[in-house]
């Protein structure tokens, strides 16, 4: 089907687990997150599942796809790298942007460190098309792009996912990566049926299918993949089945990992759910699921009547688009991340829900990479992240996040346990290269700048 391997059940590779994946039956195949890859020093346990044939695909988290810039040379390449090392028949990425700001609208990058939902509009099409080429050509293997959760809806959307994604499937013939947890995801969070998006979108364009697990709080679903597998998720996989036998279906797991034969358990609960779907489609007993044409047949998106078609004005070139989603980009990340006014037409409670989630992403990575900072700090620890966060958006990663989150401790006035600050002093220095300023150090300076303030 469209030149994609026949992947089989996979599940999501990650070191936590490596063991516990390696002891799995029946695991035809493995997904790692690209970035926490080194192709000179791939880790043991990918080089053994390797050498027993099987398939481990790269997939990326930071290119940004999604967002107003053209994805950078350095970013492809390290992908490209990655792919190669691994000999991945594909790799795969997101529909999302990760980070704003920057020469378009002359304003400091801002780092999202998640995944946000691009507007669906013909300007971020315009955008998303040449993205996906640039990344097509610059690539040794396929590329497949995922649907993403989403916690926000824009305002004034053209097209409703399923349609925005038939168009970039037509335009550009990339394969798609159809997340199911997601589409459950946006139906709890944006009112998205499931059923209608899978109707919408070519299904025949799927390179492979994640699962995974979340919770419902106070009628937000979270996207955690720290969390079972639900009911209504494996009920949009069997929607997804009856129409279209998928080359692939993976288990995601981020956190909170469970035992193997939790996970073992799972992985029978796919299976279990692609078999009588599959039974049920075969006997036709799938009312008002219908498939868009047959296998490797080239799709068309289905278009209501009234639907205008791709804008036709040769003044409003690629750089136009680029410019007004830049500005759009970049005021809803700057208020999800350092407090600007919430822009116009977004629902100012579902960003508040967002922007906390945000920051607590930023403590729970930060807590992980950096692991002595919470020990350092103690029960204060995720208090005073968050505190920082509220103000301070990260510039560079986590990993530069947590640097600067020191600094900010050792500049402020309320670290003043010696133990502590000696000890959080030591670490930054051991991982930043420069003594950090002392405290005659950091009374000039904020005088200083509170003459300049004056002024």
Known sequence: MNG???????????????????????????EAVAENLCPGHLPDSLLRLRERG????????????????????????????????????????????????????????????????????????????????????SLPVPLAVENIAALISWPDEDMSEGQFLAELVERTGVR?????????????????????????????????????????RDGVWHDTHAHPVTEPVLDVLAELRARVAPPGVLLERDEDFPPAPELAAELTMIRKTMAVAAVERSDGNAPGRT????????????????QPDWPTDESDDSNDARARLALGQTALLSSLVAGTPVPAGFDSR??????????????????????????ILGD?????????????PMRGGYRRDALDFAEHLLFAEGLEEV?????????????????????????????RAARTARR
Do not use: M
């Open 380 to 392: 204060g620890y995720r208090a005073a992240f968050l505190a920082y966060a509220a103000t301070s």
């Open 176 to 216: 798609l990566l159809i997340d199911v947890a997601n589409l459950h995801t946006n139906h709890v969070n944006r009112g998205e049926d499931p059923a209608k998006a899978l109707d919408e979108l070519p299904v025949e364009a799927i390179a492979y299918v994640h699962v995974a697990g979340g919770v419902e």
């Open 350 to 375: 579902r960003l508040g829900v967002q922007s906390r989630a945000l920051a607590a992403k930023r403590a729970d990575v930060v807590a992980r990479i950096a692991p002595e900072v919470p020990v």
């Open 54 to 137: 099987v398939t481990v695909v790269p997939h990326g988290v930071s290119l940004g796809l999604g967002g107003a810039d053209r994805p950078g040379p350095g970013r492809l390449a390290d992908l490209a790298a990655r792919a190669e090392a691994l000999g991945s028949p594909l790799v795969t990425e997101h529909i999302a942007f990760v980070r704003a700001g920057g020469a378009l609208t002359a304003s400091p990058v801002l780092e999202a460190g998640h995944l946000l939902p691009v507007p669906r509009t013909w300007d971020a099409l315009r955008v998303l098309c040449e993205n996906v080429r640039i990344a097509q050509d």
């Open 291 to 306: 498939r868009r044409g047959a296998p490797g047949a080239a799709t068309q998106p289905h278009w209501p009547t009234d």
């Open 4 to 30: 994609t391997p026949q992947l089989g059940i996979g599940i999501g590779w990650r070191p936590e687990i490596a063991d516990a994946v390696e002891s799995l039956g029946g695991i035809d195949w493995v």
């Open 419 to 447: 133990v502590t600050r000696c000890r959080l002093t030591l670490w930054w220095e051991e991982r930043a290269g420069t003594r950090p300023p002392r405290r005659a150090t950091r009374l000039l300076r904020a005088a």
